[in-house]
Every structure is written in C-alpha cells, then in structure tokens.
C-alpha cells in the first residue's frame, strides 16, 4: 500500500503495540532485573508483564488480552531483555566504581581553574566536600545514553538537578573562586588528619593488647 502510495490506516491494536514498545523501551533502559522492569512498567505505564512458558507477555492497560513479546519484535524477548539487563547491571556497576575512584583525595589536584560564577565552565567531575552534591554523568562518553535516547534524556535531566543543586551550594557557602573553594578543602583535611592518625594510634594498641591477650592464653 505504501508502495502504491496509500497511507494505511493505523488501528487500535497498532496503537496499543506502539505504546507497549515504548514502555519497554523505557523500562529496558534502566532496569538490572525481571523484578525491577515488572515494577516500571506496573508502576509508571500500568502494564502487567508476565511470564507463561519461558514466554514474555505484556497486558496493555485498555486491554484485557495480552500481547507477547515476539509479537512486538525480537527487542521484547527473553533473549534480548535479560542481556539488557545484563548490560545495565554491569554499566551501575562501573559508574559506581568510576564515581568512588574520583573521589578519592587525588583527585582534588585536578578540579578545574575556573571562576564559580561561570557554571556553564565547570567541566565534570567536580568533587563536593559536606553536601549532598553527586557527580554529573558525561553523555560523550556513556555508552548507555548513546544507546538508548530514553536513557539520555533521563540522564539530561539529572544533571540538570544536580547543577541547580552545585549552583545553590556555591551560592550557599560564599565561594567566589577555585581558590577559596581550595582553601575550605585544605581546612577539612587538616581537621580531619589528626582524628585519622588518632584513630590508627587507637587501632594499633587494640592489635597490641590483643597479642598480649594471645600469649597469655598460650601461657
């Protein structure tokens, strides 16, 4: 038909297929387990999800049928659900891991020189000391949000939160500059250097008195 040129007229069961590949689409982007994407699509689509003989199925919710996943299309199967997953249980992971690696002490050599006036300059990631402040997701180099455009936005609009959230804890605090920011972190380490050399002090004579222990049972 579209050959001959006629548009076809679209259904309602075409409809409720497009509205389901979205949901998953979206649900698939973030989900790590069969539990979690369930709960998206219940929660945030109203769509019951179900399991019938290693078969996927998906309840639309104007539907009283359910509608299967390969009816959908090989992106709503077993096989490519669960290695999304998969693959979104290993990315949580490395982001995690890249998130603790930065902020490690190290990295406070590397924040960027520039005025805090100018939010649009600070490049990520930028370490905050006593907030609740997080770390932005760089888009050039997740391959998850280049993957998924479900994904990319969300992540859009987190970064969003938490610049808003960066520029109210400058406002907050008073820096006008990287230096004055350098300044109140050179403060925290110092107070803290003393309470961590202490605490090793405290640690070591524990593993003394627990060796004396040792040998006066031995005796």
């Known amino acids: 038909m579209k050959e001959d040129g006629i548009t076809p007229k679209e259904t309602r069961y075409q409809t409720e297929k ?17 539990e979690e994407f369930s709960k998206i699509l219940d929660v945030k689509y109203h769509i019951i999800f179900k399991i019938s003989r ?21 992106r709503y199967t077993e096989d490519f659900l669960l290695k999304a997953f998969e693959e979104n249980t290993k990315s949580h992971k490395e982001q ?8 490690s ?49 969300k992540v859009k609009l987190t970064n969003l939160k938490q610049m808003a959230q960066t ?8 820096y006008d500059s990287l230096d004055d920011f350098h300044v109140e972190l050179n403060q925290a380490s110092d107070q803290t250097s003393a309470p961590r050399k202490s605490l090793k002090d405290t640690e070591q004579q524990l593993k003394d008195v627990n060796e004396q222990i040792e040998k006066v049972k031995d005796l």
């Open 96 to 103: 995690k891991e890249e998130i603790l690696e930065q902020q």
């Open 18 to 34: 497009q509205f389901l590949r979205g949901a998953i689409d979206d649900a698939a982007s973030t989900a790590r387990s069969l």
């Open 54 to 74: 290693n078969r996927y199925s998906y309840l639309h919710p104007g539907r009283n049928k359910y509608i299967t996943g390969k009816n959908l299309g090989t």
């Open 105 to 153: 002490p190290n990295t406070s050599t590397d924040l960027p020189t520039v005025p805090f006036s100018d939010t649009s300059a600070i490049s990520t990631p930028f370490i905050f000391i006593k907030s609740d402040l997080r770390l932005v997701i760089d888009l050039q180099t997740c391959i998850k949000a280049q993957q998924s455009g479900a994904y990319a936005q």
């Open 167 to 174: 520029v109210a804890y400058i406002q907050e605090h008073g």
